[in-house]
Structure formats: C-alpha cells, structure tokens
C-alpha cells in the first residue's frame, strides 16, 4: 500500500499526519510526503531571495517530517515542488500512483472561503483515486 500525505509545514498538517500515520501504519504502508511551495508571480531579486527561504524552511520541515514517518518504521519518500499546489498534486499523483492521498482540511474564514478556492474540493473532482480529507485541530 501507497500513501501520499499532502503537507504544508504547518504544525496543523503535522498533526495530522501523526494521526494519520497511526490510522494506517498497522498496513506497513510506503508514505510520499507532498509539499508544494507555491510560486511568486513578480520575479524580482528581492521575490525570488523569499522564495528561495521559504523554499529551505520547507524542506527542513519535511525532512523533520520525513523522519518522524521513519521512526514509526515507515518507508517515506519526499516530493518538494514549487508551483500550483493543485496542478503539482495532480502531477505527483500521476508520477507515485498512491493508493490513497491524505490532506487536511485548513479552517477558512467566511472571506477566505469566498476568495480562495478549495485544494480538497479540487482533488476530490480530478485526482482520479481515493482522497482522505482530514480535519484539523
């Protein structure tokens, strides 16, 4: 069994990864951990400097990740990508073929809700397998 974990290096998405894992990790599964850092549209110096830092600040939060996954005797793989979240999930998916993907659900305000649109809404309409959408706390 493949499962891939959605993260985006918040203690939130941490926590719900440990629940998770401990959900399935009576099956033995292999884990890929997905991060998607997004992309800055202006690409100046300054915009890509940031970027970059963001960059390593989630990488090292994966690879903390990462290790707690493989404390639990877990194989884990990690994807970092920069881009659409959305699009860079899809593509994830399609190139590690899991038998499940795991994200979790952020709460929105009433403004972001209007505003931003939904990472979980958008899988559960093209991913093409099976989601588990958790909530976090």
Same mark, same amino acid.
């Given at each position: ?21 401990? !959900? ?6 292999? *884990? ?6 997004? $992309? =800055? /549209?202006? &690409? ?16 090292? !939060? ?6 707690? *996954? ?6 884990? $793989? =990690? /994807?970092? &990508? ?56």
């Amino acid at each position: 069994m493949r499962i891939m974990y959605c993260h985006d290096g918040t203690e939130g998405a941490q926590q719900s990864l440990e629940r998770a894992i401990n !959900i399935f990790k009576c099956d033995k599964p292999d *884990v890929v951990l997905v991060c998607v850092a997004e $992309d =800055v /549209l202006d &690409a100046s110096l300054e915009d890509e400097t940031i970027t970059e830092e963001y960059q390593a600040e989630q990488g090292a !939060i994966m690879r903390k990740a990462a290790e707690w *996954v493989a404390g639990n005797g877990l194989e884990v $793989d =990690v /994807l970092l &990508a920069t881009g659409d979240p959305r699009k860079m999930i899809l593509e994830a998916i399609g190139k590690k073929s899991p038998d499940i993907v795991i994200i979790a659900r952020k709460e929105k305000s009433a403004m972001e809700g209007v505003f931003k649109k939904s990472l979980s809404a958008y899988l559960v309409k093209n991913a093409g397998c099976h989601l588990f959408i958790m909530g976090t706390s």
